[in-house]
């Protein structure tokens, strides 16, 4: 039998060859290899951090980095109001960051496939009520939308996965929906139908492969956004609560010596910057690779 661009094994390769797309992407590329260094660096971080992230020294209070007066290379960073080392809590605050980035992305991208699914193909009320769900959700605030549960649930790392990933969800399930509703009327999901392949198997086994390319892009993009909103929520103090390390309350703990002290709030937030930053390129990388618009 030919093998034509609608069937899953046609797909299959196409998804291959995107890859090598991306591959030949050397800033995407580079990118991706520094979200991959954050992440084993957040993976490896008991060995690689030089000190406790909780100890305290008030000796060392406010001491600047190693290349100012006054610092030492043992500290290469400096250390903040309580005399942590900074190096050390940005190397466990990675762990925050990421760990809530894929648990929300994860929940969300499951959640919403399902839903995207379930809209697309099934239609009728089942359509009617996923949309009008999606299209309240959207019209709150993220921010203002997780703040408000936050302070309902109350801060922690649990609480704040699930606040994110309470609306997170809808934009993973226009995206599969939006893919569902023309791959349904392909040749091969009718030849499934005609066979008398179940629902669920037609949506498993023959949409969902074929609208995966898109919703891996989309969560690459929505992770960089997940991880500035808690940052944002542990900037407020909503987040993850002290003496854990997050790249936001260190910055807050920062503003009050950023005169005097500008490295304690500075270093976390680049450090947030770059992580963002090269995920967001990469995610280009990504969807210049994968959307047809952009492939040769």
């Not at 995107?18 to 260094?37: E, K, T």
Request: proline share 5%; with cysteine.
């Amino acid at each position: 039998m030919t093998m034509t661009a609608d069937t899953p094994a046609a797909s299959e390769s196409i998804f291959r060859r995107n890859l090598s797309n991306f591959a030949a992407n050397r800033l995407a590329m580079a990118c991706g290899l520094i979200v991959v260094l954050f992440a084993v660096m957040a993976v490896f971080a008991p060995w690689i951090a030089p000190h406790d992230p909780n100890e305290t020294d008030l000796f060392r209070r406010l001491q600047p980095p190693a290349w100012i007066a006054g610092g030492e290379w043992s500290f290469v960073l400096g250390c903040d109001a309580l005399g942590r080392d900074i190096l050390s809590r940005i190397i466990y605050g990675a762990r925050i960051s990421i760990f809530i980035g894929l648990a929300v992305i994860l929940v969300a991208t499951t959640v919403g496939i399902l839903a995207g699914l379930a809209a697309g193909y099934l239609r009728g009320w089942v359509d009617v009520v996923i949309s009008r769900l999606v299209d309240i959700l959207l019209g709150f605030p993220y921010l203002i939308f997780a703040i408000g549960l936050m302070a309902m649930m109350g801060p922690g790392l649990w609480n704040i996965i699930l606040a994110l990933a309470y609306k997170e969800w809808v934009i993973p399930a226009r995206v599969v929906r939006g893919e569902t509703l023309v791959t349904r009327e392909l040749e091969y999901v009718e030849a499934a139908r005609a066979l008398g392949a179940s629902r669920t198997h037609i949506m498993l086994r023959e949409i969902l492969p074929n609208v995966l390319s898109p919703v891996i892009v989309v969560a690459t993009i929505r992770m960089a956004h997940v991880i500035i909103l808690e940052a944002s929520l542990s900037f407020l103090g909503l987040g993850v609560q002290p003496p854990t390390a997050s790249w936001g309350s260190m910055v807050s703990d920062g503003r009050a010596f950023i005169l005097e002290a500008w490295w304690v709030s500075t270093f976390p937030g680049l450090a947030i910057l770059l992580l963002v930053l090269a995920i967001n390129v990469a995610s280009q990388g990504l969807r210049d690779a994968f959307d047809p618009r952009f492939s040769e």
